[in-house]
């Protein structure tokens, strides 16, 4: 796969977050939070991973579902398994 | 897989029980069901009187008891046991319907996970009539909410 710069993954990912979340894409900034914020539940939650594990072709432990609590830890947890793969 | 095993997993029962049999499972890989819909299905009374169609909202409910058979089998319940099997209550679905359903139609439904956690899991399905896909869809459910 080829590399990806950190901008296009995050703004790949945040609309990821928008489609799932219904929320527009320009307030899903690095800092607000799924929950409180974009009203993110565990299964939207989920459907964000899988969306990344499908995109990426990655394989995202379940552990980490807890800790997507913002696009700042998205694209985190996206560029640790995308170094690994 | 016959009907009695089903009606171990499912709590469903008629007229809403619409697995009839499990032809195929792999482990996390897929399942295979089907449901033979005939001309005395109770919908068909008005859905729709002069043309007899399956309301897809039911081919929906057919492809979600697949997949809770399919999450049972691959988490091995213990079906004897009396919190057992799992229910999965469906949170989101993605769906599509390509062609009508109608009397006398063997509708072969296929999941297979596309991710699976302890309590939740998001599933695809496929239908099909005479193996022309008839609608697909993917579903998302958990344990509890």
Redesign the interface.
């Known amino acids: 796969m080829p590399k990806i710069d950190v901008q296009t993954l995050e703004k790949e990912l945040r609309s990821i977050v928008a489609e799932i979340t219904e929320v527009e894409p320009e307030k899903i900034t690095l800092e607000a939070n799924f929950v409180e914020d974009l009203g993110m539940?565990?299964?939207?939650a989920?459907?964000v991973?899988?969306s990344v594990?499908?995109k990426y072709n990655l394989k995202i432990p379940?552990d980490y579902?807890m800790k997507v609590t913002n696009l700042s830890n998205l694209v985190e947890i996206a560029k640790k398994f995308l170094k690994e793969k | 897989m016959d009907i009695d095993k089903i009606k171990r997993i499912l709590p469903q029962r008629y007229p809403f029980l619409f697995i009839d049999k499990i032809i195929e499972f792999e482990k996390d890989v897929r399942l295979t069901a089907l449901k033979n819909v005939t001309v005395n299905e109770e919908y068909f009374k008005g859905h729709f009187p002069a043309i007899p169609v399956m309301p897809g909202v039911l081919l929906i409910e057919a492809m979600g008891q697949a997949a809770i058979i399919f999450l049972n089998l691959n988490n091995e319940s213990d079906f004897d046991k009396p919190d057992s099997p799992d229910i999965y209550y469906l949170c989101a679905v993605k769906a599509r319907f390509l062609h009508p359903v109608k009397p006398g139609d063997s509708v072969i439904i296929d999941v297979t996970p596309v991710k699976l956690t302890k309590n939740s899991g998001i599933i695809k399905a496929v239908a099909k009539v005479d193996g022309r896909e008839v609608a697909r869809a993917e579903l998302t459910g958990a344990k509890q909410r």
Not at chain 1, 41 to 44: G, N
């Open positions: 539940d565990s299964m939207m989920l459907e991973l899988a594990e499908k379940e579902l």
